[in-house]
C-alpha cells in the first residue's frame, strides 16, 4: 500500500471508530490544534457543513457553553448539540436565521465549501471562491470583533486576491494545509485570527 493509501485509510478508519461522517472532521482538529479557531464556549457557523464531520467536530471542541449551527444546500442528518439549517449560504437572508438562533454575534466562522465540480479546473476554482466571497458577506454581519474564521480553498488564480482581501479584516491570515488534506488535493485553507471590524 502507498504512504498515500495508508494516510486516506488511517483517517477513515478514524472517523469511523470515532463516530464522525467524514475524514474532514480531522482537517478541522488539527488547524484547531495549530490555531485555537474554536475555544470552549465559542459560539461556531459552519458554512457547507454536510454530512457534517465539521459540525461535530465543532460541537466538541466549543463543548457544552457553546453554540453550533450548520447551513448545506444539501439534507444532514440531526447532530446532537448543534442547529442544522437546509439553506444557501448565497442567499443573504441567511443572517436573520443565524443571528435569531445565536441570539447575539458568533465567535468563529467555519467555511469549507465546495461547489458542484465540473471537471474544469478554471471554472471550479472561480465558483469556490465565488462562494467563499458569499460567506465573507456572511461573516461581516454575524462574527463578533476579535472573532476567527478559516476558508477552504481550491488554489488557483484567485487564491491571492482573495487572501489580500482577508487581510484587511484580520489581524493575522496563514495559508496552510493540515496533515489531514491529501496532499494531491489542491485544497488549501486560509485561517485568519482576530477580526478587526
Ligand atoms: C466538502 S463539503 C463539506 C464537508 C464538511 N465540512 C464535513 O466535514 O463534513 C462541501 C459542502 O459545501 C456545500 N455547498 C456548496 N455550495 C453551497 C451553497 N451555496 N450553500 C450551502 N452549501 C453549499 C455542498 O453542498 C457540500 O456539502
Not at 89 to 114: H, P, Q, T, W
Not at 117 to 125: E, I, P, R
Amino acid at each position: 500500500m502507498r504512504l498515500r493509501d495508508a494516510r486516506r485509510d488511517y483517517y477513515r478508519n478514524l472517523a469511523h471508530e470515532q463516530g464522525f461522517r467524514s475524514r474532514a472532521a480531522y482537517k478541522l482538529k488539527e488547524l484547531n490544534q495549530s490555531y485555537r479557531l474554536i475555544g470552549p464556549g465559542f459560539y461556531v457557523l459552519d458554512l457547507g457543513c454536510a454530512p457534517g464531520g465539521w459540525t461535530q467536530m465543532a460541537v466538541k471542541l466549543a463543548g457544552n457553553k457553546g453554540k453550533v449551527m450548520g447551513i448545506d444546500l444539501s439534507y444532514v442528518e440531526e447532530i446532537p448539540g448543534a442547529s442544522i439549517v437546509r439553506g444557501n449560504i448565497e442567499d443573504e437572508s441567511m443572517v436573520d436565521e443565524i443571528l435569531e438562533y445565536f441570539g447575539r454575534k458568533v465567535n468563529a466562522v467555519i467555511c469549507d465549501l465546495s461547489p458542484q465540480v465540473s471537471g474544469n479546473w478554471t471554472v471550479d476554482h472561480a465558483k469556490q471562491i465565488s462562494l467563499n466571497y458569499s460567506c465573507t458577506k456572511i461573516m461581516d454581519k454575524v462574527l463578533i470583533h476579535k472573532g476567527n474564521a478559516v476558508f477552504k480553498i481550491f488554489d488557483g488564480e484567485y487564491s491571492m486576491e482573495f487572501r489580500d482581501f482577508l487581510k484587511k479584516k484580520f489581524a493575522r491570515i496563514n495559508l496552510t494545509k493540515p496533515p489531514a488534506s491529501r496532499k494531491q488535493s489542491s485544497e488549501l485553507y486560509i485561517v485568519c485570527l482576530g477580526y478587526t471590524a
